[in-house]
C-alpha cells in the first residue's frame, strides 16, 4: 500500500531532523510518496502567512503529515502559529506524547518510566479567544469581574465542551485498553476551576463507566506535577487538558532524556501530524547537531497509525538498540556525533 505523506521540515533544526528521519525510513523500504511542502516562520517572512495556500494542498492531499519544527514569534500582529492553524483546520484534537526511559540514556531520571499523556488540543486557553481591554457589557455577565472595574484588564477564555472533554479522555481508555494497561489518571482542577475542569471530570468519569477493567484515577494537577517526580513509574496513562497537558508532556520529557526524547501526534478522526516538540532551535540550524530521536519516535508512532506495525516495531527496536548501545551519540547526551551519524546508525540497525 502507498502511504501519500506531508513532509514539511519547518523551520531551524526542522531540515536537519526531518533530514534524519528520511534515512531512516527510506532504510525501512516502505511504499511512500511525499509530497513537500513549506510553514512557519520561513513562510511568514515571504508570504505574511505561515501557513501558505499551496502547503493546505498538499496537506489536504495527504494521508499524514511528518513535520520538523517551527519558530515561534509571539507579539507580531497577524502571526498564527502554524502547527495551531493544522490543529485546528484538522480538528487534530488528541495530542499524544510518549515518554519513555530508554535503557542506555544517562539523563533518564529513573529506567522505569514508560508512560504516556494524551493532551486535549483544540480547547481550553489555546482557543485563541483573547481581548485587551473588556468592553462594559461584559462586567454584566458575571459578578466576578466587578472587582477589576477601572482596571486595564487582559483576558483569555478558557473554552471547553462536553464533546472535547469526552473524545480525549475516551482516546486515553482505547489506548490503555490496547496496550493492556490497567488504569487512566485524568488529571484536573476541579476544586478551584469548577466548571471547565468539572465538566472534564464529568466526561472522564462517564467514560470511564464504559471500561470497566481499567481503573480511572484523579490527581489534581499540581500533585501530578509532584508525582512525576515522585513516583512516575506509577503511571501509564494520563489524560488531561490543553493547558495542562502542555506543561506536564514538558515535565515528563525531562525525565527520560529531554526535549531531544520528546516526540509527538497530534491525531483527529481522519488525519494526523507527527513532529518532535523541541522547537527550531535557530542557532543550531544546519549544524546537525541536535538529536534526532524525538523525530524518529514521532515517525515510529506516525507508522503505527498508519497501520505499519511491524515497521513500527523494527524501528522501536532499531532505537532502543541503539541507544543502549550508545556507540553513536550526540552532544546532549556527552557525544560528538552528528544528527546524520545517529539517523545512519538508526537505519543500520533496523536488521
Wanted: proline letters at 4%; hydrophobic letters at 40%.
Amino acid at each position: 500500500m502507498t502511504h501519500r505523506i506531508c513532509r514539511i521540515p519547518g523551520d531551524g533544526v526542522g531540515h536537519d531532523v526531518m533530514e534524519a528521519a528520511t534515512i531512516v525510513l527510506e532504510a525501512l523500504a516502505l511504499d511512500i510518496e511525499w509530497v513537500d511542502a513549506e510553514a512557519g516562520w520561513c513562510c511568514w517572512e515571504k508570504y505574511q502567512n505561515t501557513v501558505p495556500a499551496a502547503t493546505w494542498k498538499a496537506l489536504e492531499s495527504s494521508r499524514c503529515c511528518l513535520f520538523g519544527a517551527i519558530t515561534s514569534k509571539p507579539g507580531i500582529p497577524g502571526f498564527k502559529s502554524a502547527i495551531l492553524q493544522i490543529r485546528q483546520r484538522f480538528d487534530l484534537y488528541a495530542n499524544v506524547r510518549p515518554c519513555k526511559a530508554y535503557a542506555g540514556v544517562p539523563l533518564n531520571y529513573r529506567d522505569d518510566i514508560d508512560l504516556v499523556i494524551f493532551r486535549e488540543n483544540t480547547e481550553d486557553l489555546y482557543s485563541g479567544v483573547e481581548w485587551k481591554s473588556l468592553p462594559e457589557e461584559m462586567f454584566e455577565l458575571h459578578p466576578g469581574l466587578e472587582r477589576f472595574r477601572g482596571q486595564e484588564i487582559a483576558g483569555s477564555l478558557r473554552v471547553f465542551t462536553r464533546r472535547g472533554c469526552r473524545r480525549i479522555v475516551r482516546a486515553a481508555f482505547e489506548y490503555a485498553q490496547r496496550k493492556g494497561i490497567e488504569s487512566v489518571a485524568a488529571v484536573h482542577k476541579a476544586n478551584v476551576v469548577r466548571e471547565t475542569c468539572g465538566m472534564f471530570l464529568e466526561e472522564a468519569r462517564a467514560v470511564a463507566k464504559e471500561f470497566p477493567g481499567i481503573e480511572l484515577q484523579e490527581p489534581n494537577v499540581d500533585a501530578m506535577a509532584m508525582w512525576l517526580i515522585k513516583q512516575p513509574q506509577l503511571y501509564r496513562v494520563l489524560v488531561t487538558t490543553n493547558l495542562f497537558g502542555d506543561i506536564l508532556s514538558d515535565e515528563a520529557a525531562q525525565l527520560v532524556g529531554g526535549l531531544g526524547f520528546a516526540a509527538s501526534a497530534n491525531i483527529g478522526d481522519s488525519y494526523a501530524l507527527f513532529e518532535p516538540t523541541h522547537g527550531s532551535a535557530p542557532k543550531y540550524a544546519g549544524q546537525y547537531k541536535v538529536n534526532p530521536m524525538a523525530t524518529l519516535i514521532s515517525a515510529r508512532m506516525m507508522l503505527e497509525w498508519l497501520g505499519e506495525e511491524a515497521a513500527a516495531d523494527r524501528l522501536e527496536r532499531a532505537i532502543a538498540k541503539t541507544l543502549a548501545e550508545g556507540k553513536v551519540r550526540t552532544y546532549d547526551l556527552g557525544g560528538s556525533d552528528s544528527t546524520l551519524d545517529v539517523a545512519r546508525e538508526v537505519a543500520r540497525n533496523l536488521g
